[in-house]
């Protein structure tokens, strides 16, 4: 296929530039980073999404197929995304990839940033295959009138963040590293998001330094907020609520299996269209979903305003029954059976 700048987009990551596949527009941070994408990727544009966490696609058939994120039908290796990717043996960098030869991938849903997804190392001589599952968490539309705090997860429109479009947990993690970071810093990584080209970039070892102690201190925020929202302590005031990370309330993540085969010795010592290959050269990858059904988690009120009436109106009506007897039995024996005997009485006189 010739289309690979069009499948492709340039992406910052820890490991560098990377390019990634199916990727949102400004892979998914907010329009205040165009100025920053543009410096590695020119045709960078910000885009309207008919996609959402909370919404979902389009209730429409048959479905646009170029929509963004894009999906497939089915599950299957003749259904998933094949690559083959050559690099020259003079190409390697060594003080970059240590004792693992080849190319590393980055596998998480387009909604969330790169910096903490699942990591694989494609190794060269190897056709890799990637079989994902998807886990979705959704939410009922009636937990909205639960503050976050207590249904323990945010909508989209109930937190916003500064550099990413879509809110999620660790979108909202690195969200606030990055703030502090620059706070206490002042500046950010170099593959860190900025609304700024010309914000500093950390480049001093002293620079490092406040950045590993911004990272604790940040995590040290995060566990002291869950604890504050424990069961013990738990707080309703939005301060607390805007230090806290909660996951999403629907979101989508993908757990991986990798399997691993050599390549044919034809495919790595034979011509090829990138020229004469020479052992180390070239490697495949296919990934794609393991099944066409999935199972998903569906976070609901175990006990809802319906369930709460029917149980009191059953109890109610229990108790009820129970009193109105007691009452019929309170007249029969007070008022009734007295009278009774009072009547026989006289008559037998």
Same mark, same amino acid.
């Given at each position: 296929?010739?289309? $690979? $700048?069009?499948?492709?987009?340039?992406?910052?990551?820890?490991?560098?530039?990377?390019?990634?596949?199916?990727?949102?527009?400004?892979?998914?941070?907010?329009?205040?980073?165009?100025?920053?994408?543009?410096?590695?990727?020119?045709?960078?544009?910000?885009?309207?999404?008919?996609?959402?966490?909370?919404?979902?696609?389009?209730?429409?058939?048959?479905?646009?197929?170029?929509?963004?994120?894009?999906?497939?039908?089915?599950?299957?290796?003749?259904?998933?995304?094949?690559?083959?990717?050559?690099?020259?043996?003079?190409?390697?960098?060594?003080?970059?990839?240590?004792?693992?030869?080849?190319?590393?991938?980055?596998?998480?849903?387009?909604?969330?940033?790169?910096?903490?997804?699942?990591?694989?190392?494609?190794?060269?001589?190897?056709?890799?295959?990637?079989?994902?599952?998807?886990?979705?968490?959704?939410?009922?539309?009636?937990?909205?009138?639960?503050?976050?705090?207590?249904?323990? $997860?945010?909508?989209?429109?109930?937190?916003?963040?500064?550099?990413?479009?879509?809110?999620?947990?660790?979108?909202?993690?690195?969200?606030?590293?990055?703030?502090?970071?620059?706070?206490?810093?002042?500046?950010?990584?170099?593959?860190?998001?900025?609304?700024?080209?010309?914000?500093?970039?950390?480049?001093?070892?002293?620079?490092?330094?406040?950045?590993?102690?911004? %990272?604790?201190?940040?995590?040290?925020?995060?566990?002291?907020?869950?604890?504050?929202?424990?069961?013990?302590?738990?707080?309703?005031?939005?301060?607390? %609520?805007?230090?806290?990370?909660?996951?999403?309330?629907?979101?989508?993540?993908?757990?991986?299996?990798?399997?691993?085969?050599?390549?044919?010795?034809?495919?790595?010592?034979?011509?090829?269209?990138?020229?004469?290959?020479?052992?180390?050269?070239?490697?495949?990858?296919?990934?794609?979903?393991?099944?066409?059904?999935?199972?998903?988690?569906?976070?609901?009120?175990?006990?809802?305003?319906?369930?709460?009436?029917?149980?009191?109106?059953?109890?109610?009506?229990?108790?009820?029954?129970?009193?109105?007897?007691?009452?019929?039995?309170?007249?029969?024996?007070?008022?009734?059976?007295?009278?009774?005997?009072?009547?026989?009485?006289?008559?037998?006189?």
């Amino acid at each position: 296929m010739d289309k $690979c $700048c069009e499948l492709f987009q340039p992406i910052f990551t820890n490991y560098g530039m990377c390019f990634a596949f199916n990727s949102l527009p400004l892979n998914a941070m907010t329009n205040d980073t165009l100025a920053w994408h543009k410096t590695f990727n020119v045709d960078a544009k910000p885009a309207a999404l008919n996609w959402g966490l909370d919404i979902g696609y389009p209730k429409v058939f048959p479905p646009d197929l170029t929509m963004k994120p894009l999906r497939v039908m089915a599950s299957g290796e003749t259904n998933g995304l094949g690559v083959e990717l050559f690099l020259n043996n003079t190409e390697h960098q060594y003080a970059c990839e240590g004792k693992s030869l080849g190319f590393t991938i980055l596998i998480s849903s387009p909604t969330d940033h790169v910096y903490t997804s699942t990591v694989l190392r494609l190794p060269m001589d190897k056709m890799t295959t990637i079989e994902v599952t998807p886990l979705t968490y959704k939410t009922d539309f009636s937990l909205r009138a639960l503050s976050p705090y207590r249904r323990q $997860c945010f909508f989209q429109n109930e937190k916003r963040l500064q550099y990413y479009e879509f809110y999620t947990d660790s979108n909202c993690k690195h969200d606030l590293l990055v703030q502090e970071a620059r706070k206490k810093c002042n500046c950010v990584l170099f593959n860190w998001p900025r609304k700024f080209i010309r914000e500093p970039v950390c480049t001093t070892k002293d620079d490092f330094d406040c950045i590993s102690s911004v %990272e604790a201190k940040v995590e040290e925020q995060l566990i002291y907020a869950y604890y504050a929202e424990s069961e013990d302590e738990r707080g309703t005031s939005e301060a607390q %609520e805007s230090q806290s990370c909660h996951p999403s309330c629907n979101d989508v993540i993908y757990a991986s299996q990798v399997f691993y085969s050599d390549l044919t010795k034809e495919m790595v010592n034979g011509s090829h269209k990138w020229g004469h290959l020479r052992i180390g050269e070239v490697t495949q990858i296919n990934v794609h979903f393991y099944d066409d059904m999935f199972l998903g988690q569906h976070r609901h009120a175990q006990y809802d305003d319906y369930y709460f009436i029917g149980a009191i109106g059953g109890l109610l009506s229990l108790f009820l029954g129970f009193s109105i007897i007691s009452v019929a039995e309170l007249i029969f024996f007070v008022l009734l059976k007295p009278a009774y005997v009072i009547l026989i009485e006289f008559n037998q006189k």
